[in-house]
């Protein structure tokens, strides 16, 4: 069992930074990919990033591309986003996941991860 706990989020103005964190426990950490998604109101969950651990290659969703960073410290078991120069299509409910296996190109399909963290808001204002 892998436990997910996000933290970081809040509210920015439009072009602002906010770094989001995900804190994981569990024997089987570090799993084979960890990835961001966001959710917004009326919104189908959204894949926004991807990072492998064993390789530490990444993917992005195109409307992060340059602005958004994932990244992971193995050693703290912690899983990062760093969202620059956001904007407000960015507000959204964030949330951590964790898949048991190297999920590829399809790295944003939801169903493909098994552990979901409870999420961390962000609002960005224009």
């Known amino acids: 069992q892998v436990r997910l706990v996000e933290s970081g989020g809040g509210s920015v103005q439009a072009g602002g930074s906010l770094r989001l964190s995900c804190a994981a426990s569990?024997?089987?950490?570090?799993?084979?990919?960890m990835g961001w998604f966001r959710q917004a109101p009326g919104k189908e969950r959204e894949g926004v990033a991807v990072?492998?651990?064993?390789?530490?290659?990444?993917d992005y969703a195109d409307s992060v591309k340059g602005r958004f960073t994932i990244s992971q410290d193995n050693a703290e078991n912690t899983l990062y986003l760093q969202m620059n120069s956001l904007k407000p299509a960015d507000t959204a409910m964030y949330y951590c996941?964790?898949?048991?296996?190297?999920?590829?190109?399809?790295?944003?399909?939801?169903?493909?991860?098994?552990?979901w963290g409870q999420g961390t808001q962000v609002t960005v204002s224009s």
């Open positions: 569990g024997a089987t950490y570090p799993t084979y990919s």
């Open positions: 996941a964790s898949s048991l296996y190297t999920v590829g190109v399809g790295w944003s399909d939801k169903y493909e991860y098994n552990y």
């Open positions: 990072i492998y651990s064993s390789t530490g290659n990444t």
